[in-house]
């Protein structure tokens, strides 16, 4: 909430999407799959 008090566009961007991800189950469910590898992936480097 801070962020978007600052104005700092890029919270604002990643919030929009965020709002518009949550409109559709699947569209939310893939996102979440795709960040669960990507954070996955960290854990071997």
């Known amino acids: 909430m801070a ?3 600052l104005g ?3 919270h ?3 919030m929009n ?3 518009s991800l949550m409109k ?3 569209a939310m469910n ?3 799959e795709n960040k ?3 954070f996955e992936a960290l854990e071997n480097d």
Do not use: G, K, N, T
Request: proline content about 5%.
């Open 36 to 38: 669960r590898i990507i």
């Open 8 to 10: 700092d566009q890029a």
């Open 30 to 32: 893939h996102w979440m």
């Open 17 to 19: 999407e965020m709002q």
């Open 24 to 26: 559709s189950p699947e």
């Open 12 to 14: 604002i961007r990643a």
């Open 3 to 5: 962020m978007w008090q």
